[in-house]
């Protein structure tokens, strides 16, 4: 039997971690390819929707990251990105979601191993904890409707067709 | 003249309030007065414009619903110079509006009763606040127990909990029309490129819909519990709401009567704010 092979969507900003993530690759650092990445001008642009509609879309994993405090490009943003997690992740842990499946953290430009050590820790994480089916289940909307409306809309059909 | 209705049993302060009102209105100090009457089960918002009209008027410890969501709504104040009389925590929402420019205090007279039953006018935002210090915070029974029951549950108890309740949710968006912070003309649920909340009540998008409103309502929630009152389907989603603003006091040292009437929680920071959780 295969191996459960998580899901990973990485929100990175466009200034040190996706440089980051540049260095690693230049540096021939091997690491795992589960993470897909999606650049971001900071970290302050990254909406918390983009985090649940990844989740809703599959993902059962999410890596956010950006530059060091006092290092962000446009002075602040990461230091407002920090205030919003902290009130996000507080209020996703409330209602029950899985605030372990996402991974914050700070890579800076030069840090090509630390980025390579984060999508591996959490890759590993997130395959210990399994797919995230639980949310994609409330996501998905057919299922959850009753099927006897699907059966009834059916026969509306056929004996519309019959007539 | 004005004929005085009988007062109501145990609410001998409605006179004191009916005769302020009177004045204001007599003297053209106010043309709207938004209050209380008596109404089915509990009482109701009444808006009074003539002077006729002041003896409905009631207020005692049942009148707990936010009077300050009308005091945004243009169709109903226009230009007029409204008096009101706000509960508790109508008294941190009209702080939170004037922080935000909604409304104006020259155009405002903002009364309430204390527990002494003396009934109490505020000339400035800084009276507003000592009261909100001095005065007795409401307290929600109920809603305690529910939280002390969620936080004691696993996560999965709680994800459980909460998919269940907000897939009763129809989307009619009573919470957000009784919410005084939800003011924006459009809403990100009217919005559709994108479209960030599919626009069916599943329960996803209604999870979405909730956080979303939470969210926004980010160092602004006066914790009322209005929203979760206006829920035809008595959902409790006033928690989460609650939730956001235990959040605000426990992480950025900004108690809800500092976070209404002072900086915003999400647009300010401070380099040495703590975290725990980023790698």
């Known amino acids: 039997m295969s191996e459960f ?26 690491y795992a390819s589960n993470v897909k990445i999606v650049r971001f001008p900071c970290t302050g642009r990254i909406d918390f929707m983009l985090l649940l509609k990844a989740f809703a879309e599959g993902a059962d994993g999410i890596i956010v990251s950006g530059c060091h405090p006092n290092d962000c490009h446009y002075t602040s943003g990461n230091f407002h990105a920090r205030r919003r997690w902290v009130i996000f992740r507080g ?56 099927k006897s409306i699907i059966d009834g809309q059916e026969a509306l059909i056929k004996s519309v067709s019959s007539l | 003249m004005i004929e005085k209705k009988p007062a109501i049993a145990g609410n001998s302060f409605s006179g004191e309030l009916q005769k302020t009102a009177n004045e204001l209105l007599q003297s053209g100090e106010v043309e709207l007065f938004i209050g209380y009457e008596e109404g089915t089960r ?30 945004t709504r ?44 003396e009934v109490i006018r505020f000339a400035t935002t800084d009276d507003i606040t000592a009261y909100l210090q001095t005065a ?26 909460w998919s269940a309740e907000l897939s009763k949710c129809f989307k ?18 009217e919005e559709n490129r994108p479209q960030w909340i599919q626009p069916w009540a599943s329960t996803l998008a209604n999870i979405e819909w909730h956080i979303n409103r939470a969210m926004h309502m980010t160092g602004r929630c006066a914790d009322c ?10 959902l409790p989603i006033h928690l989460l709401s ?20 002072g900086d915003n929680a999400l647009s300010t920071f401070k380099p040495e704010d703590k975290e725990n959780f980023i790698k």
């Open chain 2, 42 to 71: 509990f009482p109701r918002p009444c808006f009074i414009a003539s002077t006729d009209e002041v003896g409905k008027l009631i207020f005692d410890d049942r009148c707990t619903g936010n009077l300050a969501v009308y005091l």
């Open chain 2, 242 to 261: 609650h939730q956001i603003v235990q959040e605000v006091t426990d992480n950025f040292a900004l108690d809800v009567n500092q976070a209404v009437s």
């Open chain 2, 172 to 189: 009619c968006y009573a919470c957000r029309a009784a919410c005084p912070m939800c003011y924006c003309t459009k809403c990100i649920v």
């Open chain 1, 5 to 30: 092979e998580p899901k990973i969507v990485a929100f990175v900003c466009n200034w040190c971690t996706y440089a980051g993530a540049d260095l690693t690759g230049t540096s021939r650092i091997k």
């Open chain 1, 91 to 146: 209020l996703l842990n409330f209602m029950g979601i899985d605030v372990n499946r996402i991974q914050f953290s700070w890579v800076s430009a030069a840090e090509g191993a630390k980025w390579a050590d984060v999508v591996n820790g959490t890759v590993t994480t997130i395959r210990e904890l399994g797919p995230y089916t639980e949310y994609r289940k409330a996501a998905d909307y057919l299922v959850q409707q009753d």
């Open chain 2, 225 to 234: 519990g209005a929203c979760g009152a206006a829920c035809p389907l008595g």
């Open chain 2, 74 to 117: 243009k169709d109903l104040i226009g230009d007029k110079k409204v008096g009101i009389t706000a509960s508790y925590f109508a008294l941190r929402s009209i702080l939170r509006l004037l922080t935000e420019h909604q409304i104006q205090l020259d155009k405002l007279v903002v009364l309430t009763v204390s527990a002494e039953k």
């Open chain 2, 136 to 161: 007795p915070i409401p307290v929600r029974e109920d809603d305690k127990a529910l939280i002390e029951k969620l936080n004691a549950m696993s996560r999965e108890e709680r994800w459980e909990f």
